[in-house]
């Protein structure tokens, strides 16, 4: 066998990284090991100032936000905390008197008075004002023409301001027989109604407006999130034979499952916090059947003595802001199966 040529010699390729390495194994400093070691040491530093300054653009963003919330939200509540352990009408020196202004809340009368019209209030909401916009939703979602027009329509009377609102149905609550519903009522052989000046349909009065002033805005969630809903179930339902009811109950509803329960919440929390609406139609009566709890903490701080006694005030607002933080965590913890479950 004849003996193989030798091949060129292997020229060992290095590079600056392996010059520094080098170096830094044996001591020896170099300008290019200098350099490769400056240049790899801001490398690894320039992240870690990058970071640092958009955390600091971030916080110079958020600073006036922060500071603008934290003095007209959060000192708010804690002046309020301070506020409910004190009697103290913002005029004299305050004194402490611990858990006094709780238990002279729960003493109270009205207390529960209160309590039980907010109740009734939700309750009625939910039966008459929680099913209306998804109806109208559900309908005018099928509508073929002029939907932009009904979507305006039905977000209308969320522009009008509450006081202008409460001022009409004034007008439209006339218990005279002449008054604009009694005079429709009389079309049909009813009434005339005393509607606000009886407390027995007081209540029921004013939930029919607080509806027709809060449906509009529920009703474009609705809208949107049936924008949502796939159109093959619709078409599959059809081809299964199914009517519009069926389609509502075994479609619509089951995709606006969390939707529907986000809404209800919201809508419980609202409707315990009513004060404008009995405010300005009835003051709380007649003979408080429409006395609220927050018409309550506001009889509290500025219907009382001199000054108002805003620590039973400030009392009552901590227990409602308690009893609604709780009620929305037990609610979410037990619908949070259901809420996602398709």
């Not at 790899?40 to 992240?47: D, L, N, S």
């Not at 936000?65 to 003095?71: A, C, Q, R, V």
Request: aromatic fraction near 12%.
């Amino acid at each position: 066998m004849g003996a193989q040529a030798p091949g060129p010699p292997s020229i060992p390729c290095y590079s600056a990284a392996d010059d520094a390495q080098k170096g830094t194994r044996s001591g020896m400093s170099s300008p290019a090991v200098r350099t490769v070691a400056a240049v790899g040491e801001r490398t690894r530093r320039r992240p870690r100032i990058r970071v640092s300054r958009d955390g600091l653009s971030t916080l110079a963003f958020l600073l006036p936000m922060l500071l603008i919330f934290g003095l007209f939200s959060w000192f708010p509540i804690v002046r309020s905390l301070i506020m409910s352990v004190q009697e103290t009408n913002l005029v004299s020196t305050p004194t402490f008197v611990g858990l006094d202004n709780f238990a002279r809340v729960v003493a109270d009368p009205l207390f529960g008075k209160a309590v039980s019209n907010t109740a009734y209030f939700a309750l009625l909401a939910l039966i008459i004002g929680y099913p209306i916009p998804l109806v109208l939703a559900v309908v005018m979602s099928e509508t073929r023409r002029f939907k932009g027009l009904y979507s305006a329509l039905a977000y209308l009377p969320v522009v009008v301001p509450p006081v202008v609102s409460v001022l009409l149905w004034q007008f439209f609550f006339n218990a005279s027989p002449t008054g604009v519903f009694n005079t429709v009522l009389g079309w049909v052989g009813l009434g005339p109604l005393p509607w606000l000046q009886d407390s027995g349909t007081a209540m029921p009065s004013i939930v029919l407006e607080a509806t027709w002033a809060g449906a509009g805005g529920t009703v474009i969630i609705y809208l949107a999130a049936l924008l949502s809903v796939p159109r093959e179930l619709y078409d599959a339902a059809e081809v299964d034979g199914a009517s519009i009811w069926q389609k509502i109950w075994h479609v619509t509803l089951p995709q606006l499952r969390g939707v529907l329960f986000i809404t209800l919440i919201l809508q419980l929390i609202a409707t315990s916090q009513l004060f404008t609406e009995p405010f300005l139609f009835t003051g709380g009566g007649p003979a408080n059947a429409t006395l609220t709890v927050l018409l309550l903490i506001y009889h509290y701080a500025f219907q009382n003595s001199l000054g108002g006694d805003y620590g039973m005030a400030a009392a009552l607002s901590i227990m409602l802001a308690a009893f609604l933080g709780v009620f929305t965590a037990v609610y979410f913890r037990l619908t949070r199966s259901w809420s996602t479950t398709s």
